[in-house]
Structure formats: structure tokens, C-alpha cells
């Protein structure tokens, strides 16, 4: 299982802190979870106010992530997912939308949870996407790393 060693979440208190997630529309079932997912980790660190934005696919996630960045949002959630399928599109987007969504955490100096499942199959994204009967929860963890990481920077900047 992808998650073994995985540090268990913690609920920390980010009700200042204004947080937005956005997610892709590609495949239903797997983003409804991971949002699903995302919205309770914000919720259970009492942020108000949830900003979502949908965006078409993963592709799309780093320029809607650096408008929210760029917006003044503390900390940004990516959530999407890309199954593999039998050309190379898979590597593409995949690599694309992951680097564009680091560019985005450095050049903006926002944390950007990273819940992008890049999986081989309908079957992994399904575990991954915080379901019933799912192994894990990756919205939910993408949305208290991100919050954590901003706690952290804020403190960082306090301190030095």
C-alpha cells in the first residue's frame, strides 16, 4: 500500500487561516471523495468561509492554483486524478501538473496540499479517495498538509 510510513494528519486550529481548494471534474466518483475528504480536514481545523473552484481536468490545476495564490490565500488544496492509460498523455499531464503546482507553492510562497492521485487503474484511485472501504483519505490529507505547512511558514516568519 502507497501509504505505509504515512504521518497521521493533525487537526490543528486554522480558523484564520483563508484556505481554497481546487479540484478537477475527471472522474466523478474519486473527486466527490477526495473533496469530500478536503472539506473535513478544513472543517475539523475550523476554517470558514470554503472556497472551491472546479477546473476541467489536472492540467488545469496549476494556473487555477496560482489566480488563488496570486488572490492572497494563506494555503491552496489540489485535488484531481489521472489514471494511466495506454499512450503517453498520462506522463504528460501527470508530470505537467505536478510541477506546475510546485512552481506555484515556490514562486508564490503558498503552501499547495498536493492531492493529485496518479494512479494505474480505477482501483488504486478508488482506495486513495477517502470512500467507504477506501485505505485512504488523500483529499483530507492534501487539505491538513497544506494547512500545516501555512501554520508553519507564518510562525517561520514570525520567528526570523
Known amino acids: 500500500m502507497s501509504g505505509k510510513g504515512a504521518p497521521t494528519p493533525e487537526v490543528v486550529d486554522a480558523s484564520d487561516l483563508r484556505v481554497a481548494v481546487v479540484a478537477a471534474r475527471w472522474h466523478d466518483e474519486v473527486m ?33 492554483a496560482a489566480a488563488l ?31 506546475g503546482l510546485n512552481r506555484v507553492a515556490i514562486d508564490h510562497v503558498v503552501p499547495v496540499g498536493f492531492g493529485l492521485l496518479t494512479c494505474d487503474n480505477e482501483e488504486q484511485a478508488l482506495d486513495r479517495a477517502g470512500l467507504e472501504g477506501s485505505h485512504e483519505d488523500k483529499g483530507y490529507e492534501a487539505a491538513a498538509a497544506a494547512m500545516e505547512t501555512a501554520l508553519t511558514l507564518r510562525d517561520c516568519v514570525r520567528h526570523y
Open 69 to 99: 495564490a496570486k488572490s492572497g490565500y494563506d494555503a491552496i488544496v489540489a485535488l484531481g486524478v489521472v489514471i494511466r492509460g495506454g499512450t503517453p498523455h498520462f506522463d504528460y499531464v501527470c508530470s505537467a501538473a505536478t510541477d
Open 32 to 64: 466527490n471523495g477526495l473533496l469530500n475528504g478536503a472539506e473535513r480536514a478544513l472543517k475539523d481545523a475550523s476554517v470558514g468561509g470554503l472556497t472551491v473552484v472546479r477546473v476541467p481536468g489536472a492540467f488545469e490545476l496549476p494556473v487555477a
